[in-house]
């Protein structure tokens, strides 16, 4: 089994920054690859990011490509999501998971409980 609790969700302006964080505890942290998701109201979950096992591979949806970056800390155990030029499409509940191999879908193993983001206009 492995935790995983996000933190590090807010409110910001359009045009600001945040950065998230999930902490991992439980099964070894570094054989795991590790992605970001996010979910909407009314919306089904999406993929925004991941990396694989090793960090040296990230994955990024083309909505935040070039906005936002992955990393991962498998000292502290951690992954982080940094978001920058936040847009208010970009406001929804985001999720951080854990599973064997990096896959771009909502088919991973283990998940958190989530952080809500929210970008004024």
């Known amino acids: 089994q492995v935790q995983l609790v996000e933190s590090g969700g807010g409110l910001v302006p359009a045009g600001g920054s945040l950065r998230l964080s999930c902490a991992a505890s439980?099964?070894?942290?570094?054989?795991?690859?590790m992605g970001w998701f996010r979910q909407a109201p009314g919306m089904e979950r999406e993929f925004v990011a991941a990396?694989?096992?090793?960090?040296?591979?990230?994955y990024y949806a083309d909505s935040v490509k070039g906005r936002f970056t992955i990393s991962r800390d498998d000292a502290k155990n951690t992954v982080y999501l940094h978001m920058n030029s936040l847009k208010p499409e970009d406001t929804a509940v985001y999720y951080c998971?854990?599973?064997?191999?990096?896959?771009?879908?909502?088919?991973?193993?283990?998940w958190g409980q989530g952080t809500q983001v929210t970008v004024s206009s």
């Open positions: 439980g099964r070894t942290f570094r054989h795991f690859a």
């Open positions: 998971a854990a599973n064997q191999v990096v896959v771009l879908t909502t088919r991973y193993d283990y």
């Open positions: 990396i694989n096992f090793s960090g040296d591979s990230t």
